[in-house]
């Protein structure tokens, strides 16, 4: 297969999920990265990304943007992967829920915005607790572990949401806190976490030299 090429962010929760969806996949890729809080790598950004966003995927000389269409992009590419549900209704369901966390959610990402470091402790804002509702609903649904069983574009899209509640100290009840507590352990976001932290920053740093 050609080379795969993901261009990332410093901190960029979409960019974590498309390599998390690029972990499942099995495929060889390498990165490239952006110093979002950089003026200087912003502007070099806005030249080569149409829509001025990360993440962006290259490959055999497709271009996609924005991570749910990578998701898609590598589900079409890899289909027997089980990125998502082999069952029609389950796999409506799976695009469902990820379409929602794509569009949704706005109260949650501005009050309890995303953040790399120690986790702190704090009460959940009174303007996302519908929302924090409407995740315990959709959690409190998932399989003993991963969503559908096994490891898919669900789970990838809802581990950086189960991470942003972590580092707040905010921890759902019930089966839903089962299924956040699993995705924080999953090996294959610990690993995407690690590298988003350590070697995302030093890509940065390295392209701006």
Same mark, same amino acid.
């Given at each position: 297969m050609d080379e795969m090429v993901l261009t990332v962010g410093t901190g960029s929760t979409w960019a974590m999920r498309a390599a998390l969806v690029l972990g499942l996949t099995g495929f060889k890729w390498r990165e490239q990265a952006f110093g979002l809080k950089d003026a200087a790598a912003l502007h070099r950004l806005k030249q080569q990304a149409p829509a001025g966003l990360v993440p962006w995927l290259v490959h055999d000389g497709v271009r996609v943007h924005d991570s749910l269409a990578i998701a898609e992009y590598l589900h079409e590419l890899c289909p027997d992967r089980g990125l998502y549900p082999a069952d029609p209704a389950?796999?409506?369901?799976?695009?469902?829920?990820?379409?929602?966390?794509h569009s949704g959610f706005g109260q949650i990402r501005s009050r309890l #915005?995303?953040?790399?470091?120690? *986790?702190?402790? /704090?009460? #959940? #804002?009174?303007?996302?607790?519908?929302?924090? +509702?409407?995740? !315990? &609903?959709?959690?409190? /649904?998932?399989?003993?572990?991963?969503?559908?069983? +096994?490891?898919?574009? @669900?789970?990838?899209?809802? %581990? &950086?949401?189960? !991470?942003?509640?972590?580092?707040?100290?905010? %921890?759902? *009840?019930?089966? +839903?806190?089962?299924? !956040? !507590?699993?995705? @924080?352990?999953? *090996? @294959?976001? /610990?690993?995407?976490?690690?590298?988003?932290?350590?070697?995302? *920053?030093?890509?940065? +740093?390295?392209? /701006?030299?």
């Open positions: 389950r796999r409506a369901l799976a695009r469902s829920l990820c379409a929602e966390l #915005p995303y953040f790399l470091g120690a *986790p702190r402790k /704090q009460e #959940p #804002p009174l303007e996302a607790l519908s929302e924090l +509702a409407r995740l !315990q &609903v959709i959690w409190a /649904q998932a399989g003993a572990s991963f969503y559908f069983g +096994a490891p898919g574009i @669900l789970d990838a899209f809802y %581990a &950086v949401m189960a !991470q942003r509640l972590f580092n707040y100290g905010i %921890a759902l *009840p019930g089966a +839903a806190g089962a299924y !956040q !507590q699993h995705l @924080l352990a999953w *090996p @294959l976001w /610990q690993e995407t976490l690690a590298r988003a932290g350590k070697d995302w *920053p030093a890509l940065a +740093a390295k392209s /701006q030299g």
